[in-house]
């Protein structure tokens, strides 16, 4: 479980219900029922203090029973605190970068480390503690927002489930409720927008405090209002921590360190905004998908940043 849930054993101890009554609960019972396809380490490391280093080393995924790799020799590095967005058209092998990186399964073929530690080393509740992961569908659980919001860190008190709920600007909106941070919501509620969910998603995130974030499609399924709103939680959610974001939104890409273009399984482009604008390659086009030629421009000594 790399969603942003505590270890599962904990979410009875918020009072949290989880009922079938909503295709969100349905999902969410599958993954409780869900076969873990990655078991923890024979020799664990003993625990440290994670930096933030992410390292894929020649990273190759294959599903059981498919034909190829949904990713293929995927080599890239983010240092502590760095931004890496990785885009791509779909069905490019995005979503199985974020599920190798939480270790929702193990490489078929390289490897994937966190600080130079193989996550095949590190034991599963550390790896869960210190990399988290935003899903796309924001999981919203039986309960009050408080335990919404607390279920990132269960026993958080509730000036810091306040502060984050600020940090996430979701303070206004929660006070604004007659119940307040007391109000019971559920999966698909329809007393809060989107945009507002994913503002409780993020407060949830800001009190779980991993070093490492895995953002997928944060502001997929928003409108652009609701999506400008969610933008400065982001960024404060994303301040001093390692964050891989999956995106097809390249709003935030002028901000990012690298960017990464996945295509096919394969890692195409990796540079920043300017070099890979430059470069007038995939990024450019999916950046401005109609004003770059596709050729011709006698750009190409403009390599990308080799990966
Ligand atoms: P999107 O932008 O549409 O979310 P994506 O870039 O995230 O796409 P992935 O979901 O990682 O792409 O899929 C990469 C490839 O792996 C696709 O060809 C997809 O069909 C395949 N795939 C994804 N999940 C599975 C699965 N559980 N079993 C078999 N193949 C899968």
């Known amino acids: 479980l790399g969603y942003l849930y505590p270890p599962i054993r904990n979410l009875g101890q918020l009072g949290l219900t989880l009922t079938a009554a909503t295709a969100g609960a349905e999902r969410l019972q599958e993954i409780l029922d869900a076969e873990p396809a990655v078991s923890d380490p ?6 440290w203090p994670v930096r933030g280093w992410v390292g894929f080393h020649g990273a190759s995924f294959r599903y059981p029973g498919a034909q190829r790799d949904s990713l293929h020799e995927v080599t890239f590095t983010a240092g502590p605190g760095e931004l890496v967005i990785v885009t791509g ?17 193990d490489p ?30 924001t999981l919203i659980l039986h309960g009050t927002i408080r335990e919404n919001i607390e279920c990132g860190r269960p026993g958080a008190t509730d000036s810091e489930i306040e502060r984050a709920a600020r940090d996430a600007v979701a303070h206004d909106f929660i006070s604004a409720l007659p119940d ?11 007393m809060l927008s989107g945009g507002q969910l994913q503002r409780i998603a993020i407060a949830r995130a800001m009190l779980r405090g991993a070093p490492v974030l895995v953002l997928d499609e944060p502001t997929a399924g928003l409108d652009s209002v609701a999506a400008r709103r969610v933008v400065q939680p ?30 096919g399984g394969r890692l195409v482009e990796a540079g920043t905004h300017d070099e890979l604008m430059a470069y007038a390659g995939a990024y450019a086009r999916l950046a401005t998908p109609t004003a770059i030629p596709t050729a011709g ?11």
Do not use: W
């Open 297 to 307: 421009l006698g750009l190409d000594h403009l390599a990308a940043r080799s990966v």
């Open 108 to 137: 078929t073929a390289g490897v994937i480390c966190l600080d130079g530690v193989p996550l095949t080393d590190v034991p599963l509740e550390f790896l869960r503690e210190n990399v988290a992961l935003l899903p796309q569908e």
């Open 42 to 47: 024979a020799r664990p490391v003993p625990e």
């Open 89 to 105: 058209p779909s069905g490019a092998g995005k979503s199985t970068l974020s599920k190798l990186l939480t270790r929702f399964y």
């Open 180 to 190: 307040g941070y007391d109000t019971e919501i559920a999966p698909g509620t329809a």
């Open 234 to 263: 982001l960024r404060r959610l994303m301040a001093g921590r390692t964050t891989i974001m999956i995106t097809h939104d390249l709003s935030l890409a002028p901000d990012a360190d690298r960017i990464l273009v996945v295509d």
